[in-house]
């Protein structure tokens, strides 16, 4: 069987040769179910703010079935802020190719497709598509807004105008390969072509990326290439736990210090509250007390009175209550 030259790598080194436009247009064409015909690849400065920039990212001037000019930009950097990068990708395609001073109905739409070999996070599908949408908070209705094309006035939605994005997870393909765009997979992530195939692009591919016809030089570079990719994945991956850790560590922190600050707050909560049935507690023994005293000390008042009254001597007055001649006399 033949071996073929990953995707990757062609899409770095092969396919931006005019010649070889069917690889890329069969597989736009397979992931937009629609015909799509490559216009020009589209090269720009921004492209290369980052040395291998320019080398990871495929941006992609085409017209799809229906005539209409679409951008198309095709990424495969290898970083962890992936869905950033994705975003980030789609405005410069979009800012890139818009001249200065056109009018805003110059922006074309784009599709963003990003190829993934390496763990990009949770999820069961090999396969993830999604675009922006205005749906109504209570009606959930989409929303659709006038605009103005050829002198008529027409109805667009978010749809037809926001990005789309595709994004494909190389290695979670695991299946036997019997829909063209399961045939692509199968290339994307083993280099299989199948001999009698009809997917769009991989004819093409199966003639144009043989490993056999690169140079010895090519060859080599190639091979460097593969053994990076997995280098770079271990690297990933490491930093990948490692981050982890780090949230684990720095979660157990905060964890701790808030525990400590929730801790001190209920239990001067729960202080205030035991201070406050306390001092209740002592002040109605207080008070019984007092009011005890207060009230034995007035009843001896009220019977040293009465034997006043009915004429006792003071000595003897204060020999039966305790009072003082002194106190008597003040009655």
Same mark, same amino acid.
């Given at each position: 069987?033949?071996?073929?030259?990953?995707?990757?790598?062609?899409?770095?080194?092969?396919?931006?040769?005019?010649?070889?436009?069917?690889?890329?247009?069969?597989?736009?064409?397979?992931?937009?179910?629609?015909?799509?015909?490559?216009?020009?690849?589209?090269?720009?400065?921004?492209?290369?703010?980052?040395?291998?920039?320019?080398?990871?990212?495929?941006?992609?001037?085409?017209?799809?079935?229906?005539?209409?000019?679409?951008?198309?930009?095709?990424?495969?950097?290898?970083?962890?802020?992936?869905?950033?990068?994705?975003?980030?990708?789609?405005?410069?395609?979009?800012?890139?190719?818009?001249?200065?001073?056109?009018?805003?109905?110059?922006?074309?739409?784009?599709?963003?497709?990003?190829?993934?070999?390496?763990?990009?996070?949770?999820?069961?599908?090999?396969?993830?598509?999604?675009?922006?949408?205005?749906?109504?908070?209570?009606?959930?209705?989409?929303?659709?807004?006038?605009?103005?094309?050829?002198?008529?006035?027409?109805?667009?939605?978010?749809?037809?105008?926001?990005?789309?994005?595709?994004?494909?997870?190389?290695?979670?393909?695991?299946?036997?390969?019997?829909?063209?765009?399961?045939?692509?997979?199968?290339?994307?992530?083993?280099?299989?072509?199948?001999?009698?195939?009809?997917?769009?692009?991989?004819a093409e591919a199966k003639e144009?990326?043989?490993?056999?016809?690169?140079?010895?030089?090519?060859?080599?570079?190639?091979?460097?290439?593969?053994?990076?990719?997995?280098?770079?994945?271990?690297? @990933? !991956?490491?930093?990948?736990? =490692? +981050?982890?850790?780090? $949230?684990?560590? *720095? #979660? &157990? %922190?905060?964890? /701790?210090?808030?525990g400590r600050k929730e801790g001190?707050?209920?239990?001067?909560?729960?202080?205030?509250?035991?201070? @406050? !049935?306390?001092?209740?507690? =002592? +002040?109605?023994?207080? $008070?019984?007390? *007092? #009011? &005890? %005293?207060?009230? /034995?000390?007035?009843?001896?008042?009220?019977?040293?009175?009465?034997?006043?009254?009915?004429?006792?001597?003071?000595?003897?007055?204060?020999?039966?209550?305790?009072?003082?001649?002194?106190?008597?006399? *003040?009655?």
């Amino acid at each position: 069987m033949d071996k073929y030259i990953r995707f990757d790598w062609a899409a770095k080194r092969m396919l931006r040769n005019k010649a070889n436009y069917g690889v890329l247009e069969g597989l736009m064409t397979v992931l937009l179910d629609e015909k799509v015909t490559i216009v020009e690849l589209l090269e720009s400065e921004g492209n290369q703010e980052q040395e291998d920039d320019k080398f990871n990212r495929v941006d992609i001037k085409a017209r799809n079935s229906k005539g209409e000019i679409i951008l198309v930009e095709i990424q495969q950097t290898r970083e962890l802020y992936y869905l950033q990068r994705i975003l980030y990708g789609v405005a410069k395609a979009i800012t890139e190719h818009i001249k200065l001073g056109n009018k805003y109905d110059q922006v074309k739409k784009v599709y963003s497709i990003s190829i993934v070999y390496f763990d990009l996070g949770k999820g069961a599908d090999y396969l993830y598509h999604g675009q922006n949408q205005l749906i109504g908070v209570h009606t959930k209705d989409q929303l659709e807004l006038k605009t103005r094309s050829k002198d008529a006035i027409g109805m667009v939605s978010a749809t037809d105008i926001f990005p789309e994005y595709y994004i494909i997870r190389v290695n979670e393909f695991n299946k036997v390969a019997t829909t063209p765009l399961e045939e692509w997979l199968d290339y994307l992530k083993d280099g299989n072509i199948r001999d009698n195939t009809t997917a769009p692009g991989l004819a093409e591919a199966k003639e144009q990326l043989r490993y056999l016809q690169m140079s010895d030089e090519e060859r080599r570079a190639y091979d460097r290439h593969i053994d990076n990719i997995m280098v770079e994945n271990d690297i @990933l !991956e490491t930093k990948v736990i =490692e +981050g982890l850790e780090r $949230g684990r560590k *720095e #979660g &157990l %922190k905060h964890g /701790l210090e808030e525990g400590r600050k929730e801790g001190h707050k209920e239990g001067l909560e729960e202080g205030r509250k035991e201070g @406050l !049935e306390e001092g209740r507690k =002592e +002040g109605h023994k207080e $008070g019984l007390k *007092e #009011g &005890l %005293k207060e009230g /034995l000390k007035e009843g001896i008042h009220t019977v040293a009175k009465k034997m006043k009254a009915h004429g006792l001597a003071a000595t003897e007055i204060a020999a039966m209550t305790g009072l003082t001649e002194y106190e008597i006399q *003040e009655l």
